[in-house]
């Protein structure tokens, strides 16, 4: 069966568990949470940065790893009241701590394991144990239509849930996900050029090729290319991560940007020095754009408002042919991010050369 429920990016879906979340708190909403998404897509780092967010203690469980007692517990006799009582799971959570419970790979659980879960979900028990009230419980899995070993939701599993179809999105993982995970410039200019090439699953499996691209693979990639130096070595990795033609594709966009970007020397130029050392293309710009802000620290954030905004002013023929100030729009929303999320919004404040930015876009009707 397919899931009818709305489909969103992974930005997003953290945003609404967010919003669960502080719903949660208030008393207002309790319901457990259930993310669907093919492989690789970013749901488990979802429901990690969430508890990351919130301070909260994150309970992961993998369901097609465990066994209905495992959720259950263990039987004890107790001599005195001469009942058979259950020492409850460390994996579950205990006390106040505020706590995320992960319930893991819920589509690939054994049938017979399902029925227990379904406390966990509706009624937040098993048994005599009982969720704390400041626990929110998150689900995920994959379909049968992904490729992955999984099993038909039944509605009873079903009903127990919100659902929520988590879609992999080139500018959400772009922008919202790349520089806190440090991704490579590279691999971000390219995805940029080419989103088709994020997730390919649907077409590897109507290909019938074991590999395929995924947010999780291109995170891979970029780890890959930072820590291997030699070039067959580090293709063999990156085609055995994303396949063959992604990588013959990606590879060629990299090589373009090794040629053409010394991000030290732009930083380190005066001013008046830097405009022969952007580069020409539009992949070097892109990843420039991206590099400034995943490189920026309190230490050089002004210098790199600067370098960011000088893009608008290029004047070689090759740069000017390009969408520079759609590139400095794009540097700019990745860096704010960054910005905000730190704490530094006072550098925005405190540039001429971005308020004179900005002013500009006000003129054009573009603020």
Do not use: C
């Amino acid at each position: 069966m397919s899931v009818n429920a709305a489909e969103v990016a992974p930005g997003d879906a953290l945003e609404i568990l967010g919003a669960a979340w502080r719903a949660q708190a208030d008393g207002d909403l309790t319901a457990s949470w259930m993310l669907h998404g093919r492989p690789g897509v970013g749901k488990t780092e979802i429901v990690q940065t969430l508890a990351a967010r919130h301070g909260a203690v994150l309970h992961d469980l993998r369901l097609s790893t465990i066994e209905p007692q495992d959720l259950r517990g263990l039987p004890y006799y107790d001599h005195e009241t001469r009942r058979t009582l259950w020492y409850p799971p460390e994996d579950l959570p205990h006390g106040d701590a505020p706590s995320v419970l992960f319930l893991d790979e819920l589509t690939a659980a054994a049938p017979a394991l399902q029925p227990t879960v379904y406390g966990l979900l509706q009624e937040r028990r098993v048994g005599t144990y009982r969720l704390p009230d400041a626990t929110l419980v998150v689900a995920a899995g994959n379909t049968v239509e992904d490729g992955a070993i999984a099993y038909e939701m039944g509605t009873a599993l079903s009903d127990r849930l919100v659902h929520l179809v988590v879609g992999a999105d080139a500018r959400d993982w772009v922008e919202r996900y790349a520089v806190g995970a440090g991704i490579h410039p590279s691999v971000v200019a390219f995805l940029r050029a080419r989103p088709d090439l994020l997730e390919t699953t649907e077409a590897a499996i109507r290909r019938g090729e074991t590999v395929a691209a995924t947010p999780r693979a291109w995170t891979r990639v970029s780890r890959i290319v930072a820590a291997v130096t030699d070039r067959r070595q580090r293709h063999a990795m990156i085609a055995g991560t994303v396949g063959v033609a992604a990588a013959a594709e990606y590879e060629l966009v990299a090589d373009e940007i090794a040629a053409a970007l010394d991000l030290e020397a732009l930083l380190a130029a005066p001013r008046r020095d830097r405009a022969a050392l952007y580069p020409d293309g539009l992949n070097g710009l892109t990843a420039l754009g991206y590099a400034l802000a995943a490189r920026a620290t309190p230490d050089t954030i002004d210098t790199t408002i600067e370098v960011l905004a000088d893009i608008r002013d290029l004047r070689a023929p090759a740069q000017r042919a390009l969408p520079l100030a759609e590139l400095v729009s794009f540097g700019f929303e990745v860096l704010i991010r960054k910005a905000f999320d730190r704490g530094w919004q006072a550098a925005f404040a405190r540039s001429e050369v971005y308020a004179a930015y900005m002013a500009e876009r006000d003129a054009a009707g573009l603020a």
